[in-house]
């Protein structure tokens, strides 16, 4: 069954994303690979969440969460295609970008795992709460 719900999880991610990429690509006509940042960056902030706030609060089965973590966030976000827009922008000799899109990504991607981490951190506490004031 896990592989099932990581496959699923596969495919809506890998679809989220194409479209998602789609989309972006309709309005932003420069060489910055904007689609890939705004996806991986976004991937970084759900799953920071996703692994602070729903997996400690143990409401799903582990088949659900690795459908959900590996399969959804895991082919939403991109690793190999933020790569290759790296090395397609050093071999334009568009130097100044590339460091960019690199230092974007690598520090952007840390901030929003964290910011993600943060928001779960503090639903959690606030859910906390409210169960003990109702007790």
């Known amino acids: 069954m896990n592989y099932v719900l990581v496959g699923i ?4 991610g890998s679809l989220l994303r194409y479209y998602l990429g789609v989309f972006t690509h309709t309005w932003w006509e420069y060489n910055f690979p904007l689609g890939t940042l705004i996806i991986n960056l ?4 759900v799953l920071g969440w996703f692994t ?8 799903f089965h582990p088949h659900i969460l690795a459908g959900i973590g590996t399969g959804l966030v895991g082919s939403f976000t991109t690793f190999s ?5 790296t090395v397609t922008l050093i071999q334009h000799e568009s130097w ?6 690199v230092f974007l990504s690598l520090f952007g991607g840390l901030l929003m795992s964290w910011l993600g981490y943060k928001v ?8 906390q709460e409210k169960g003990d004031q109702v007790s």
């Open 81 to 85: 295609t933020f790569s290759v827009e």
């Open 42 to 45: 976004i991937g970084c902030f």
């Open 52 to 59: 602070y706030r729903i997996i400690k609060m143990e409401l």
């Open 96 to 101: 100044t970008l590339a460091i960019l899109y």
């Open 9 to 12: 999880g596969g495919i809506v």
């Open 120 to 127: 779960g951190d503090r639903t959690a506490k606030k859910i």
